[in-house]
Structure formats: structure tokens, C-alpha cells
């Protein structure tokens, strides 16, 4: 076989069976290979390179697995880079396959001649090779794929294309060869004894104990939840980790942050011990003030350990194994007025933001198309969400039950995620419901190209079901609210407002279903008839880009910045007239 016939069939020993990409001179013996494997290495032919790393990146965040992507030399290579950074930044494992020139025009200033791994230096800073000979292609790709899942990270191969067509040569038995295998290796995930018996003597001594839960700790729900009645406390989750704890239990506060609830503001400021588990979370202000709370943290990770917070106690671990071993040592916590304080703020919350939710609006309030569609969702379905105000009300409005998954850009907060997760999703798990959730700047910037990826696969799932939900307000509507908040400045409307689209009808231009919502009273009809669609469907939802996404706290600088917004602000009168609604809605008691 050739080298690039090694390459696939390598990657499949590793049991890698997806691969997300764009063909291209650079990788054309890749391309030609890969149509030999398409038995056992499905392609997804994107329409973009920065998708096909988004795809890999959400790949490996619904599966678990090492995500794959590839692109061509030069301009193919650069458009990956988002998406991987994505990847990094969240640590998720993720190989890209990069196609180059051939060795011997580079350093010529060569056409798509660019140095790549000076380019991926700090994106595949871990691991990035490129390929100068046949027999040292094995080794490249096994520890590509190896580094990235022992640390969560991103590596690349760079590949010349006079390489590529090579015949595969294992490396000889010489000196300079090295000779590597195919496996993922047992791990070591739990903290030794000390350390837990640690832990469990801070956590014991609590007596207003706050979890802190992210996106390492989506697969110890069971655990999460024993630990928190045990402790009688109250969990936060960080927005990666949504779909760790179901939100129908009376002690999950919801997110913490900016888009965060008040029940998890008032969670944080007043504990007397904060158990950190599987998060990156960025914000410390959202934290308990340093000194306030005893803290624990646990992360797989070492590096992200006392990064908030200075933790009195420090642990390295699987968060499921971990707490398994951890539990034992903790002394049950008899109920108190703690646990109930956080059940009754939970409860008068949800409340808040029905009222919230059912504001008028001109037209729609975006907070009751996902307070609407919250009760429909289907068992196991699996959401994906949008930089931008959507991830406000994604994060807010929408009530995960078990057994759902959901995932947006986290660290690197990319707008135009929601799509290229989406399909991700659907392609790892295509009988199950996928619902994406996008603004309209973020529809123009990259969904419409996804969706055309969508209209090229869907009759292959098993179950069609795919919706994208557009809030169209003609508003890059987060940067609005940041600017007039952060800045005290009114909406600059040369940057801020996009063109309208018809996003329906260009459903239906490429052979899906398109839905149109201009009246409150359309919504919950159209969520019917998206979730029962015999075809993928684009929403169009005509929403009011001057609701605003309350904070969690109100600080003095957000309240001035607020009045001197007032002086430049071009629609004041609706942003007025929302902002009271809203704030009236959050402090009068419900209507029930």
C-alpha cells in the first residue's frame, strides 16, 4: 500500500471511523485513499475547512473519542485553525491531517507554500510533525493520535504530497528508527489516599457546601448527585457542563456567570466551601470572594488546578472514579435550612423566568421560543448552541433532563459553532433528535454553508430529525448588549445591524423544510411541526433584539454604564420598555 492507504487504515486500527474534510491538491493522495476505505472511514465532505474542524471538535465532545479532520497545503490548513483552537481550548482531543507542498519546493516560495508548523506551533503546540519519509509516517500518526487522548488536546501531521503516493515502508531495524504500536493505555484515576481523606475533611467541616460541576463531569451524574445529597448542597454548572445534572432537581442553581441564574450568584457568594469538579470556568468574580470558603477542586487535569480559586485542597483525577472512592469518607449532612434555602430560591427562579419569558415583545420575546420549547424536547435528543444572546437563553431557559446532551464553543466562545456541532452530533448519533440553536449573525457568517452539508446527508440518518432554530433580530445582538453595558455606549448601527433573510425560504431552496414565526402565538405550533418533520427544517424566528439578558447581579459600573448608554442609544424606547418588563417581571411575585 501507499502512504496515504497506511494513514486510513492505521487511523481505523486506532478505531477512529470518522473523518471530517476538504479535497485539494495538497492531499490528493489522501483523497483518492480515502475513496479505497469509505467501508470503514466514513468521509463528511464539508463546505469549508473551519467546519470540518468545528465537526472534529464536537465529535469529541459527544463521544468521547478522538475527533478527525483534514484539509489541503496552504489556504486549507489556515481554515482549520479556529475550529482546532476551539477544540484546544475546550481539551478535547482532535487530530488534523494537513497536506503540504512537496519536499522538495519547499523553501522555494512555493505556491500554497506556508510553514505550517510554525503556523500550528501553539494549536498543536503537543505534538506537530510533518512526514519527510515513508517509514516514519507510523510513528507520526500513532502519537498524533495517542498525545491528543492522553491530554485532551490537539496535534497535527503535515503531509508533502509527493509523500503521500509513496509506497509505505514499516521503519527498518536500524538505529534512529522507533518503532510504536496501537492502543489506548489503562489510566491511573485516582488521587492516592491522602489527598481524598483531605478533601473529605474540608468538605465534612462545611456547613454550606456549593458543587461547582463542568464539562468533566458529564460522565459522573450518578455520582454528582450522591455527592450533593450527601453534602446537602446546592450544584452549579458551567456552561460546558449543562447536561451534567438534569435541571429538574430541586438543587441544581443552573449556570453560573454572566448568562448564569441568581440562584447559583447567591449559591457562590454564600458558601462556606466550594467543591470544584471537571471545570475551566473562567470568571472569578462569580466565585466565593478568596478567604470566604474553604475549596476543593478536582480536574484531570493538574494545570487547571487553584486556577480561580486558591484551593486549600488540590486533586488529580477522573471525576467519576474519583468521587467514587471519595464518598465513602464523607459524613451524610442532616437537612437544614442550607439545602432548603437553595430548593425555594430554585423554585421562585423558574418562575422569574417564565415571567420573563412571556413579556411582550416587538415581535417576540426570545426567551419564550425556548421557554416553549423546553417541555416538547424528546428523550435523548441533543442540543447544540450559538455564541451570541442564544446561548443566554439556551443556558437559561431550556430544562436538560437526563440522558441529553448538549455543547457549544466554550473556552474560545466561536460565533458559528451551533451548525457544524450540530451535524456532528447527528452524524455520531443519527438516530437520536439534534436541535441547534443560532442568531442570524452567525446564520450568515457559516450556517447557511453547513446546512447545504446538511441537504447532502440527511437522507442517510436513520431518523431525520435535525432542526435549526434562527433568531433573527437583524442585531449582532451580544456584542449590542456588551457594548451598551460594558461601554455605556447605544447601538452603533453601521457595525451592529445585518441584513434580513429569508433563512425559510432558503430551507426550501436546498430541499428541507422551512418555518416562519412572526407572532408568539405561532411558537409552540412551530416547534410541533419542526419535531415532527419528515426532513431537516430551518426556523425563522422574527425575535426583539432589545430584550435584554439581565445579569445575574447588577453591579454600580453596569447601572452607570446603563444611564450613559441612555444619551447615544438609537432605539431607546424599546430598549427602555423591555428592560422594565424585565426587571418588573423578576421582582413581582407569579401570577399563579
Known amino acids: 500500500m501507499n502512504v496515504s492507504e497506511f494513514i486510513w487504515q492505521r487511523l481505523h486500527e486506532w478505531g477512529l471511523s470518522r473523518v471530517y474534510g476538504y479535497p485539494g491538491d495538497g492531499v490528493g493522495g489522501l483523497d483518492v485513499a480515502l475513496e479505497k476505505a469509505k467501508d470503514w472511514m466514513h468521509y463528511v465532505q464539508v463546505r469549508h475547512e473551519e467546519m470540518a474542524a468545528f465537526m472534529a471538535s464536537a465529535h469529541a465532545k459527544f463521544t468521547g473519542q478522538v475527533g478527525l479532520c483534514y484539509a489541503t497545503s496552504g489556504p486549507g490548513a489556515i481554515h482549520l485553525l479556529n475550529g482546532l483552537y476551539d477544540a484546544k481550548m475546550d481539551h478535547v482531543p482532535v487530530v488534523a491531517l494537513c497536506g503540504q507542498q512537496a519536499r522538495t519546493a519547499l523553501g522555494a516560495h512555493y505556491q500554497q507554500e506556508v510553514d505550517l508548523q510554525a503556523l500550528f506551533k501553539d494549536v498543536a503546540g503537543d505534538f506537530c510533525m510533518t512526514a519527510t519519509q515513508p517509514s516514519q509516517v507510523r510513528h507520526l500518526i500513532d502519537r498524533a493520535v495517542r498525545i491528543a487522548h492522553a491530554r485532551r488536546t490537539v496535534t497535527a501531521v503535515i503531509l508533502p504530497n509527493d509523500l503521500q503516493e509513496l509506497d509505505y515502508e514499516d521503519p527498518p531495524m536500524a538505529h534512529g528508527a522507533t518503532h510504536t504500536g496501537v492502543g489506548y493505555p489503562a489510566q491511573a484515576l485516582v488521587p492516592e489516599a491522602t489527598g481524598l481523606q483531605r478533601a473529605a475533611d474540608v468538605l465534612n467541616a462545611g456547613k454550606k457546601v456549593a458543587i461547582l460541576v463542568g464539562a468533566g463531569a458529564l460522565h459522573a451524574t450518578d455520582e454528582v448527585i450522591e455527592l450533593a445529597e450527601k453534602l446537602q448542597a446546592g450544584v452549579a454548572k458551567a456552561l460546558l457542563g449543562k447536561a451534567a445534572l438534569p435541571d429538574d432537581l430541586p438543587f441544581v442553581t443552573g449556570s453560573i456567570g454572566l448568562l448564569g441564574t441568581k440562584p447559583s450568584w447567591d449559591l457562590m457568594k454564600n458558601c462556606d466551601t466550594l467543591f470544584m469538579i471537571g471545570s475551566a470556568f473562567p470568571y472569578s468574580e462569580f466565585l466565593p470572594k478568596p478567604g470566604s470558603a474553604r475549596g476543593v477542586q478536582l480536574d484531570i487535569d493538574g494545570t487547571m488546578l487553584s486556577l480561580r480559586y486558591p484551593m486549600e485542597v488540590n486533586l488529580i483525577g477522573d471525576s467519576a472514579a474519583t468521587l467514587r472512592a471519595l464518598l465513602p469518607l464523607l459524613e451524610r449532612k442532616p437537612a437544614d435550612g442550607w439545602r432548603k434555602g437553595i430548593e425555594e430560591n430554585v423554585a421562585s427562579w423558574w418562575k422569574t423566568l417564565e415571567e420573563r419569558a412571556m413579556q411582550p415583545a416587538d415581535p417576540i420575546n426570545p426567551q419564550r421560543v425556548f421557554w416553549e420549547l423546553s417541555p416538547k424536547l424528546p428523550d435523548n435528543c441533543i442540543l447544540t448552541g450559538d455564541s451570541g444572546s442564544v446561548a443566554n437563553w439556551y443556558a437559561r431557559d431550556i430544562k436538560i433532563r437526563r440522558g441529553m446532551k448538549g455543547s457549544l464553543s466554550g473556552g474560545l466562545a466561536s460565533l458559528g459553532a451551533a451548525t457544524p456541532y450540530a451535524l456532528s452530533a447527528k452524524m455520531a448519533f443519527p438516530e437520536r433528535t439534534v436541535i441547534g440553536f443560532i442568531g442570524d449573525g452567525a446564520m450568515q457568517m457559516n450556517g447557511l454553508n453547513v446546512m447545504i452539508t446538511v441537504s447532502k446527508y440527511w437522507q442517510m440518518w436513520s431518523n431525520p430529525s435535525f432542526i435549526l432554530m434562527v433568531l433573527n433580530n437583524q442585531d449582532l445582538n451580544q456584542v449590542t448588549w ?89 432605539e431607546l424606547g424599546s430598549v427602555l420598555a423591555n428592560t422594565a418588563r424585565q426587571v418588573v417581571a423578576s421582582v413581582l411575585p407569579s401570577r399563579e
Open 482 to 570: 456588551e457594548e451598551r453595558i460594558t461601554l455605556g455606549a447605544g447601538k452603533t448601527e453601521s457595525t451592529q445591524s445585518i441584513p434580513d433573510m429569508p433563512y425559510h425560504r432558503y430551507a426550501e431552496l436546498i430541499g428541507l423544510r422551512g418555518i416562519e414565526v412572526r407572532k408568539p402565538e405561532e411558537i409552540g405550533a412551530a416547534w410541533d411541526a419542526a419535531l415532527s418533520s419528515d426532513r431537516p427544517v430551518i426556523m425563522n424566528i422574527y425575535t426583539d433584539p432589545n430584550v435584554p439578558p439581565l445579569p445575574p447581579h447588577i453591579t454600580l459600573k453596569d447601572a452607570k454604564n446603563f444611564m450613559r448608554m441612555m444619551t447615544s442609544e438609537p
